[in-house]
């Protein structure tokens, strides 16, 4: 039987606040039918409100506020204090590890296109702002530090509101304070310098600041 909206945030608010890993585990797989293991641990004061849950030898920290349609992860640790909110899926797959005070936006409604997936052996420092209005990409590891954000909509030329997924693939490395602009797609092995705006792909191996080539790796 579906639980009502409202009825359904009441017991996930009661869920989080009970005292045992193995409790707050029980009642969210027998309350809400979330598919979650006996590896997984689940710290006091994470909302996990979703349709769809699979969550696989994983940890996630207390003040986590989760509220997508779809859950998909498999050995992800999350940190404290973390926001994912108004976006289709979130998968984390095989060695993830994400750090403190990030925010990961999407929009309501919700689009079918906002996904979130980071593939096997990254990680994602603290405070970054990730904007799901269309999909993040992230292949194997990567590396984003902190204090980063990554934009998926934009504005043309008359006002109109356009989005385009932002795609990293593998081994690229974005330093702190760089900012990605939506329909970006970023080649393996890359570096982003500090501070860097990054307004169009990068097709080329090699490290780069503001958004120019300083060294090609050979």
Known sequence: MKIKSFTKIILLIFTSILPFNKLRVFFFRNLFKYNIDENSFIALFVFINCEKCEIKNSKIYSFNYI????????SAEIKNRNIFKDFKNLTLINQISIGKNNKIYGNYPISQSSNFMIKKNCSIGSSNFFDLSNSIKIEDKCEILNFCQIWTHGFNS????YTKEVFLENGVKIENCVTIISNV??????VIKVGSIVAKSIT?????????LIMKNN
């Open 67 to 74: 509220k997508v349609q779809e859950i998909n992860f498999d």
């Open 158 to 161: 008359r006002r109109e509101i």
């Open 185 to 190: 797609k970023i080649s393996n092995n890359c």
């Open 204 to 212: 080329n191996e090699g490290i780069y600041s503001s958004n120019e």
